[in-house]
T-cell receptor
Framework: DTAVSQTPKYLVTQMGNDKSIKCEQN?????MYWYKQDSKKFLKIMFS???????INETVPNRFSPKSPDKAHLNLHINSLELGDSAVYFC??????????FGPGTRLTVL | KQEVTQIPAALSVPEGENLVLNCSFT??????LQWFRQDPGKGLTSLLL?????REQTSGRLNASLDKSSGRSTLYIAASQPGDSATYLC??????????FGTGTRLQVFP
């Protein structure tokens, strides 16, 4: 009955690989987000989707691409992984202007 | 550009103390403010959402206040317990609903 879930929880991979992180919410929310928490624990928005449309695209490299098959899912694809991509990635969701609920995070380590 | 600051960065108190965490933001044109808790290696747990029309919001031993005009919010924790030890984050949405996070206050409550 988890509200916002992410898979995998941990992801260890080599530089240059392509990987995906999945996110699902069962709250009936209409907006989903991806945030990145760096090594200094600072959280920053990456993307958000509202009704399957990208409404925010922060200055992240185009190696990162969000994909939303439906309103309950927002997956994050990362191509050509770099060392600097190592971080914890959080998915979140809300109804517009409402409280945001976060997933447990995916810790990505690029070797 | 909205900036969110939290003071203190770290706080260590004995069990039973009442304590106040501070959050300030530079742009007072917000419609809500959210307080989160993050345990080490875990995701974010929403504690309180306070709307711009409210001056305070309470949940158990937690009380959050909001003074939009001065760009400040406080989180009051009554009768602190070791289980309250965590990092506390405040966040405000910008006009596209993305959250701008503060740098957090790392709280340790010792027995």
């Amino acid at each position: 009955d988890t509200a916002v879930s992410q898979t995998p929880k941990y992801l260890v991979t080599q530089m240059g690989n392509d990987k995906s992180i999945k996110c699902e919410q069962n709250l009936g929310h209409d907006t989903m987000y991806w945030y990145k928490q760096d090594s200094k624990k600072f959280l920053k928005i990456m993307f958000s989707y509202n009704n399957k449309e990208l409404i925010i695209n922060e200055t992240v490299p185009n190696r990162f691409s969000p994909k939303s098959p439906d309103k309950a899912h927002l997956n994050l694809h990362i191509n050509s992984l770099e060392l600097g991509d190592s971080a914890v990635y959080f998915c979140a969701s809300n109804l517009l202007a409402g409280e945001q609920f976060f997933g447990p995070g995916t810790r990505l380590t690029v070797l | 550009k909205q900036e969110v600051t939290q003071i203190p960065a770290a706080l260590s108190v004995p069990e039973g103390e009442n304590l106040v965490l501070n959050c300030s933001f530079t742009d007072s044109a917000i419609y809500n403010l959210q307080w989160f808790r993050q345990d080490p290696g875990k995701g974010l747990t929403s504690l309180l959402l306070i709307q711009s029309s409210q001056r305070e919001q309470t949940s158990g031993r937690l009380n959050a206040s909001l003074d939009k005009s001065s760009g400040r919010s406080t989180l009051y924790i009554a009768a602190s317990q070791p289980g309250d030890s965590a990092t506390y984050l405040c966040a405000v949405p910008d006009n596209t609903d993305k959250l701008i996070f503060g740098t957090g206050t790392r709280l340790q409550v010792f027995p």
